[in-house]
């Protein structure tokens, strides 16, 4: 709907981000003007039960965002070990309870597979205590986050999007990213960092040899997140964060 006021000046690509230089190449454009990034899963993924992004509702656990891609968070649950499980949990969810999480969905598994959402929450949730069962963040919450990166590969994506929309940016071109967690930011922040350096030699070096160029140069200072405003109309927006740079 969104792209049809443009009409043929859209283009929808189904291509991850980070080959956006092949896909610029195959349709012959020669650098953009602009780029925004809106990181992570959409509304729409997230609430439909089928797509098992979410453990508010019951569906298959699936959670990839392409699904002509052969991983699901059940294929996942079924084939890594305890170990790797709370590896997962534990990195891509900060999630402090990963071991537990892990050794009682093992468990679980022996006993059957965990196909839908509402059984691995069920799973999670009784890995807490009670009194932290009906907490204001689920107990499952991280879990979920945790397996989405990893069904998907998010951070990878993300670190190789970035390097490819700062090659593919004319010189003025601005890259918008809208994050929605501390993993995505933490990567963007960097990214941006590393590309508006004009030195890395090592601090004690009477002077710069290393000759770098930096690519880009920071228009956000600080993070930007949403206005009360904006979170009162939109509460999805409250966990977003914005950083923007500008091609050198
Ligand atoms: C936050 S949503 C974007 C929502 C969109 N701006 C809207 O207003 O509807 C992020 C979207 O990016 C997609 N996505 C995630 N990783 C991607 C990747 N590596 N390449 C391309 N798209 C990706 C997700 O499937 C999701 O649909």
Redesign the pocket.
Known sequence: M?FRTFGSRAVVVR????DVEAVLERLGVDGVDGM?L????????LERAARGFSFMQDGALDMR??TRSEVSAESLIAMLSESELAGIIRSYGEERRSRSIARAVVRARQVAPIKTTKELARIVTSCFPPAERHARLHPATRTFQALRIAV?D?LE??KA?LRSAIRVLKSGARLVV?S?HSLEDRLVKQAFTEASLSCVCPRDFPQCVCGTIPLVKKITRKVVLASVEEIDANPRSRSAKVRVVEKI
């Open positions: 969104f291509e991850s981000y980070k925004v809106d990181l992570g899963a959409s509304s729409f993924q965002m392409d998907n998010e994506n993300i999007g809208i929605f």
